[in-house]
C-alpha cells in the first residue's frame, strides 16, 4: 500500500463546479497534513495546510480525518485557472510524503 | 530574496557521465531536501538534510551523493549517469509548515 494515495483523475468540469480531492494516509503517527498545487512543468507549491478542525481559505476547504487516515480538498465555484495537479503530502518528522497529484481540468 | 535556485535548468548526459546539481537558498533554513519526479510516480525523496553538517538518505537515494556544503548550498551529484535516472529534480527548503521548491533542473540520460 502506498503511504499516500490519491486519486490521479483527471476531473474535468465545468467552470463554477464544485469539485472534492480525497486522499489516504497509511502511518496513523503522521503529524501534519498539506495541499500543494503543482502547474504543469513547474514547481509544487503550498495550496494549504490541513487541520483537524478543518481550514478555509476562499474558495478551497480543507478536511482531516484522523480516525479514517483521510484528507479532502474542496473547491467551489471553480476558475479557468483552477487547473493544475493538486498534491496531497503528509508530514513525517523531517520528511515530507507525496501523493501522486490529482489532475484537475477547468473547462469553460 | 530569490527563494530557492537550481541550476542548470537543463541538462542532457551520455550514460556513465558525472555531473553536480547546485540549489541554493537565501531563507535561512536549516532543512534541504532533494526530490526527483517521475510520471505517475509523484515526488520522491533523494536525501535530506535536516541541518548544516547532516545528510541522510531517502526512498531512492542508490545512484545519486549529497553535500551540504553550508547553510545555503545543497548539492545532488550523480557519479555513474544511467537512463533510469532521466527526470525532474527538485531541490527545496524547509521551514515548519512550509516546503519551498526550486524551479527543477530537466535531466534526461542517453
Known amino acids: 500500500r502506498k503511504e499516500v494515495e490519491q486519486d490521479p483523475g483527471p476531473f474535468n468540469v465545468p467552470e463554477g463546479a464544485t469539485v472534492a480531492f480525497n486522499c489516504t494516509y497509511s502511518n496513523s503517527a503522521s503529524q501534519s497534513f498539506f495541499w500543494y498545487r503543482q502547474d504543469c512543468r513547474k514547481e509544487p507549491k503550498l495550496l494549504m495546510s490541513v487541520y483537524s478542525s478543518g481550514n478555509e481559505d476562499g474558495r478551497f476547504t480543507a478536511q482531516l480525518n484522523r480516525a479514517s487516515q483521510y484528507i479532502s480538498l474542496l473547491i467551489r465555484d471553480s476558475k479557468l485557472s483552477d487547473s493544475a495537479t493538486y498534491l496531497c503530502?503528509?508530514?513525517?518528522?523531517?520528511?515530507?510524503?507525496f501523493g501522486t497529484g490529482t489532475r484537475l481540468k477547468v473547462l469553460a | 530574496n530569490a527563494g530557492v535556485t537550481q541550476t542548470p535548468k537543463f541538462q542532457v548526459l551520455k550514460t556513465g557521465q558525472s555531473m553536480t546539481l547546485q540549489c541554493a537558498q537565501d531563507?535561512?533554513?536549516?532543512?534541504m531536501y532533494w526530490y526527483r519526479q517521475d510520471p505517475g510516480m509523484g515526488l520522491r525523496l533523494i536525501y535530506y538534510s535536516a541541518s548544516e553538517g547532516t545528510t541522510d538518505k531517502g526512498e531512492v537515494p542508490n545512484g545519486y551523493n549529497v553535500s551540504r556544503l553550508n547553510k545555503r548550498e545543497f548539492s545532488l551529484r550523480l557519479e555513474s549517469a544511467a537512463p533510469s535516472q532521466t527526470s525532474v529534480y527538485f531541490c527545496?527548503?524547509?521551514?515548519?509548515?512550509?516546503?519551498?521548491f526550486g524551479p527543477g533542473t530537466r535531466l534526461t540520460v542517453t
Open positions: 527545496a527548503s524547509n521551514r515548519p509548515g512550509e516546503q519551498y
Open positions: 531563507m535561512n533554513h536549516n532543512s
Open positions: 503530502v503528509v508530514n513525517e518528522a523531517y520528511k515530507y510524503i
